[in-house]
Nanobody, 118 residues
């Protein structure tokens, strides 16, 4: 069982930056693959990036360049650094965890709101 708690969301002006954090707790949580997703009102949930337990990363094509995923296994925390934010980045951001890339994401956080004003 893994519990995930996101933090770091808020209101930011266009062009600004935010760093989201996903704190994980539970057995072997540092070995899990962790992904970031976002869902804007009325839209489907979109994949942003994922990171393996050893630090390997994968990004959605549309998310490369402005978003960076990283993890600190000593703190059991995965981060999403977001730069040059745009109003269209406004969404609820979620982190999720899975055992490997062969599995679906099983554990989800409650989400954190990011609002980018123009």
């Amino acid at each position: 069982q893994v519990q995930l708690v996101e933090s770091g969301g808020g209101l930011v002006q266009a062009g600004g930056s935010l760093r989201l954090a996903c704190a994980a707790s539970g057995s072997s949580s540092s070995n899990y693959f962790v992904g970031w997703f976002r869902q804007a009102p009325g839209k489907e949930r979109d994949f942003i990036a994922r990171i393996s337990g050893s630090g390997g990363t994968t990004y959605a094509d549309s998310m490369t360049g402005r978003f960076t995923i990283s993890r600190d296994n000593a703190k059991n925390t995965v981060y999403l650094q977001m730069n040059s934010l745009k109003p269209e980045d406004t969404a609820v951001y979620y982190c999720a965890a899975k055992i490997s890339d062969k599995h679906k994401y099983k554990y989800w956080g409650q989400g954190t709101q990011v609002t980018v004003s123009s």
